[in-house]
């Protein structure tokens, strides 16, 4: 089974965050990921005879380490593991439940302001981790032997700035992010 993914990639400071999140407060300015959502849960209030359950995660791969962006303690590394029957997945992983779009903007500012961001001479609050925002869905429709159960899942990729140690002036720590984001 594919995935649908929407991958963000390119040079730091060329807008890949603001794509994907844009202005959340405002719905002329929204990104892809408040835009979907708003389309998820227009769907879902006009199937009146189903039952949705809505989730979501938010990690960041920063130093080549895995972090929940959503857990209790963000500076704990989680493991990712392979299951011949759930595929690949990430042990101890949080899934916040979701009721519509507001929630969902409270989820994406507490994962965004758990994210890394330092400053380069390139940009002054560059991501210095990836982050993939996953919204996993479940359908209930039909009732006793009819019942029948559908799932499904859509991730959202905004991949930090690829970008050159000699044009970022960076140093240091920064420096030793640039060349995990770039591996």
Same mark, same amino acid.
């Given at each position: 089974?594919?995935?649908?993914?929407?991958?963000?990639?390119? #040079?730091? %400071?060329?807008?890949?965050?603001?794509?994907?999140?844009?202005?959340?407060?405002?719905?002329?300015?929204?990104?892809?990921?408040?835009?979907?959502?708003?389309?998820?849960?227009?769907? *879902?209030?006009?199937?009146?005879? #189903?039952?949705?359950?809505?989730?979501?995660?938010?990690?960041? *791969?920063?130093?080549?380490?895995?972090?929940?962006?959503?857990?209790?303690?963000?500076?704990?590394?989680?493991?990712?593991?392979?299951?011949?029957?759930?595929?690949?997945?990430?042990?101890?992983?949080?899934?916040?439940?979701?009721?519509?779009?507001?929630?969902?903007?409270?989820?994406?500012? +507490?994962?965004?302001?758990?994210?890394?961001?330092?400053?380069?001479?390139?940009?002054? +609050?560059?991501?210095?981790?990836?982050?993939?925002?996953?919204?996993?869905?479940?359908?209930?429709?039909?009732?006793? #032997?009819?019942? +029948? *159960?559908?799932?499904?899942?859509?991730?959202?990729?905004?991949?930090? %700035?690829?970008?050159?140690?000699?044009?970022?002036?960076?140093? %240091?720590?920064?420096?030793?992010?640039?060349?995990?984001?770039?591996?």
């Amino acid at each position: 089974d594919s995935i649908p993914t929407i991958v963000l990639s390119g #040079k730091t %400071g060329c807008g890949k965050t603001f794509t994907m999140m844009g202005v959340v407060s405002d719905p002329t300015l929204r990104g892809v990921i408040p835009n979907a959502f708003e389309h998820i849960f227009g769907y *879902i209030q006009s199937e009146s005879d #189903k039952t949705f359950l809505v989730r979501c995660s938010f990690v960041e *791969i920063y130093n080549e380490e895995v972090r929940d962006l959503l857990g209790k303690n963000k500076n704990v590394a989680l493991e990712v593991r392979e299951d011949p029957k759930k595929g690949t997945f990430v042990k101890d992983l949080s899934y916040t439940p979701l009721k519509n779009t507001d929630e969902i903007v409270r989820c994406l500012d +507490k994962g965004n302001a758990n994210r890394h961001v330092g400053a380069t001479s390139m940009n002054d +609050k560059s991501s210095r981790s990836h982050s993939l925002f996953t919204v996993y869905i479940e359908i209930q429709e039909g009732e006793g #032997k009819n019942q +029948k *159960i559908r799932t499904g899942k859509l991730n959202l990729v905004d991949l930090a %700035g690829s970008e050159r140690v000699g044009k970022t002036n960076a140093t %240091g720590q920064t420096f030793d992010e640039g060349k995990k984001i770039n591996l």
